[in-house]
């Protein structure tokens, strides 16, 4: 019980001095289409906090993510997200357009 709640303390410890560390763009501009950004963000702060205590894990890891099949992966759905994203804008502004012309009566 003792050593769990140890453990607890440490990784609490851990997230929140390594959580702030994180270097990223803003998630939450607007003018942002990446649908990623969150995942690549995540993945960056897994990676860093691995790195710090597993090096050969990090290191693992970083190769396995520039390995040919991840990069055509992540290409591709980077590619396909940003088409939803760009269809998404599309969509508010249709539906801004029909609020001010049928419901407010601009």
């Not at 790195?51 to 894990?57: A, E, L, S």
Request: no cysteine.
């Amino acid at each position: 019980m003792l050593q769990s709640r140890a453990l607890v303390i440490a990784l609490i410890l851990l997230l929140s001095t390594t959580l702030p560390e994180v270097q990223s763009k803003s998630i939450f501009d607007s003018n942002r289409r990446d649908l990623l950004a969150i995942p690549e963000a995540i993945a960056s702060y897994f990676y860093e906090s691995v790195n710090k205590v597993y090096p050969k894990v990090s290191q693992f890891l970083l190769d396995t993510v520039q390995s040919p099949t991840v990069t055509a992966a992540r290409q591709r759905i980077a590619k396909e997200a940003t088409k939803v994203s760009i269809m998404f804008e599309q969509l508010l502004e249709k539906i801004k357009t029909v609020w001010y012309t049928r419901v407010l009566g601009y």
